[in-house]
């Protein structure tokens, strides 16, 4: 069974738009890890956050804000007046406490495109 | 952030031949490395688990021979692609782990011609 799942493959939006990102994951250990990284056509990841999951407090980092709902199991990613710099593959990805902290699990991510 | 580096950043072999990626962590030292491949278009799958100084933990469907692992000390991990043959063009990821903190490098684009 996937464990990340982000159900959109590729997203299309005009400059200065709003995008949410969604992410749905499943996990029967109650201690785990969540992240959001950026790869843009270099290939490099970017870090974006780690949310632990005792911790639902919604983030804002400038642009960009997270989500995390435990009750539906999703930690979307919105970012706000998107810019063509936004454009990359961005994924989702989970840490079990339980079975390793150490595995990171990726979703298939998502393709942003930012169209000026 | 910690740092960690991938040389080289691009290599092309011909086939048959074998080819090794070496991850470094500049100003950490990770006892637990990853790496990572990733084919065109798709995520990051991980490969396999190297604790410095022991075996590395393989992935289903990974084959330990064909992708030799070695982990020899703090800061240094390196993944030998053995007998590369076309289908093994990827882009393989390491990472180091500092703490609870997982740190990628760059990447490694191969192409096995």
């Known amino acids: 069974a996937q464990k990340v799942t982000q159900a959109q493959t590729e997203i299309s939006v005009v400059e200065k738009e709003d995008v949410t990102l969604d992410c749905v994951y499943e996990?029967?250990?109650?201690?785990?890890?969540l992240f959001w990284y950026k790869q843009p056509p270099s290939g490099e990841l970017v870090f974006l956050i780690r949310?632990?999951?005792?911790?639902?407090q919604n983030e804002i980092s400038g642009r960009y804000s997270w989500n995390f709902q435990k009750s539906t199991s999703s930690f979307n990613f919105t970012i706000t007046a998107s810019q063509v710099v936004d454009s990359a593959v961005y994924f989702c990805?989970?840490?079990?406490?339980?079975?390793?902290?150490?595995?990171?699990?990726f979703g298939p991510g998502t393709s942003l495109s930012v169209i000026p | 952030g910690a740092v960690v580096s991938q040389h080289p950043s691009r290599v092309i072999c011909k086939s048959g031949t074998s080819v090794k990626i070496e991850c470094r962590s500049l100003?950490?030292?990770?006892?637990?490395m990853f790496w990572y491949r990733q084919f065109p278009k798709q995520s990051l799958m991980l490969m396999a688990t190297?604790?410095?100084?022991?075996?590395?933990?393989?992935e289903q469907g990974v084959e330990k021979d064909k992708f030799l692992i070695n982990h020899a000390s703090l800061t240094l991990s390196t993944l030998t692609v053995t007998s590369a043959h076309p289908e093994d063009s990827s882009f393989y990821i390491c990472?180091?782990?500092?703490?609870?903190?997982?740190?990628f490098g760059p990447g490694t684009r191969l192409t096995v011609t």
């Open positions: 949310r632990n999951s005792f911790d639902e």
């Open positions: 190297s604790n410095e100084g022991s075996k590395a933990t393989y």
């Open positions: 990472s180091g782990q500092d703490s609870y903190e997982q740190y």
């Open positions: 100003d950490f030292q990770a006892t637990t």
């Open positions: 990805a989970l840490s079990e406490a339980e079975t390793s902290y150490d595995k990171v699990i």
């Open positions: 996990t029967r250990d109650t201690t785990y890890y």
